[in-house]
């Protein structure tokens, strides 16, 4: 027992190690040497624990993109208003990106670099990407049952909406580098949803409270 717990912390520091340099380098730009580099092990080493790179590869997209989910959706839970939680996820989405694995987003980063590439990593951030349009539509399809969003509202569309300004922000900040499109994207997506996404009853219940 003792061994199989040593054997899995140790491929889980190699995949901590790892994870940061698929992240930021994509599964072609990460050498072996790279890998061997940055975790301390030999070739042998690190195939003790994994069949092979892309293995590795998968283990490290699913690490990174953890952390990723777990920032946005910090604190969501605990919001009451099903539109403030949507709000909430693009305040975490804008806010958390320090805590997330070196290199950005990893599912924007594995997306294009998989794109013509490796199978099996598309395949994965295809998988992530309908979780995080799922986790959407679940808060939005909430929110309509209690009559705080407009039921007119489609909501896988507008998750597909939210992700794609942000990820869209998000791509546009790196490339500038600056911060500046991320808060246009957040304060543009509260104005809309506030206008647009809010039941027009919890809209007058809000007014009046405030």
């Known amino acids: 027992m003792e061994t199989q717990n040593k054997g899995a912390r140790t491929r889980l520091e190699i995949v901590r190690h790892a994870a940061p340099l698929f992240n930021q380098h994509g599964y ?24 092979s790179k892309e293995e590795l590869a998968l283990d490290a997209f699913d690490y990174a993109w953890g952390h990723a989910v777990a920032g946005r959706l910090e604190g969501v839970r605990e919001v009451a208003d099903c539109l403030d939680r949507l709000k909430k996820m693009v305040d975490n989405f804008v806010e958390k990106r320090a805590g997330l694995v ?15 590439g490796n199978a099996a990593l598309r395949s ?18 909430e929110g309509i049952h209690k009559r705080q969003i407009d039921p007119h509202v489609n909501p896988r569309k507008l998750s597909q ?14 490339i ?6 991320l808060q246009n994207a957040r304060e543009h997506l509260h104005r809309y949803l506030e206008q647009n996404i809010r039941a027009t009853g919890a809209k007058s219940k809000r007014v009046r409270a405030s």
């Open 28 to 51: 072609e730009g990460t050498s072996l040497s790279d890998l061997m580099g940055a975790t301390g092990l030999k070739k042998g080493g690190i195939y003790r624990h994994f069949s």
């Open 102 to 116: 070196p290199g950005g987003c990893p599912l924007l980063n594995t997306a294009i670099d998989a794109d013509d």
């Open 124 to 141: 994965r951030a295809k998988i992530a990407m309908q979780w995080w349009t799922n986790r959407i539509s679940g808060v939005v399809s």
């Open 161 to 174: 909406v939210m992700i794609g300004c942000l990820e869209g922000a998000l791509m546009i900040s790196r």
């Open 176 to 181: 500038q580098a600056t911060d500046a499109p």
